[in-house]
């Protein structure tokens, strides 16, 4: 079993950076891909990156191309999400996920453990 703990949120103005962490307990991170998701008040859960199980693939969503970079450290079993020029449209719960399907995927439903997510906050 994978147990995932974000971390890193907070409130930040517009065009501001984050760095969220997600570590993981449990056997078998480096077998896993990982992926970044997050759901705004009132929206439905979107797709934010992912990362293949050797740091190989990775995978942006359109909104967030070109100003968020996801990164792991699979001797640290964690996984990072660098997020700059911030945007009060990226204020939302942000949340990791590990998959078995090690290239990565942008779909939720092939996520098979999630953590509890942590908010961001982007102030005008």
């Known amino acids: 079993q994978v147990q995932l703990v974000e971390s890193g949120g907070g409130l930040v103005q517009a065009g501001g950076s984050l760095r969220l962490s997600c570590a993981t307990s449990?056997?078998?991170?480096?077998?896993?891909?990982m992926g970044w998701f997050r759901q705004a008040p009132g929206k439905e859960r979107e797709f934010v990156t992912s990362?293949?199980?050797?740091?190989?693939?990775?995978y942006y969503g359109d909104s967030v191309k070109g100003r968020f970079t996801v990164s792991r450290d699979n001797a640290k079993n964690t996984v990072y999400l660098q997020m700059n020029s911030l945007k009060p449209e990226d204020t939302a719960v942000y949340s990791c996920?590990?998959?078995?399907?090690?290239?990565?995927?942008?779909?939720?439903?092939?996520?098979?453990?999630w953590g509890q997510g942590t908010q961001v906050t982007v102030s005008s």
């Open positions: 996920a590990a998959s078995t399907i090690i290239g990565g995927t942008q779909f939720a439903e092939e996520y098979d453990h």
């Open positions: 449990g056997r078998g991170f480096s077998r896993y891909a």
């Open positions: 990362i293949a199980w050797n740091g190989g693939d990775r």
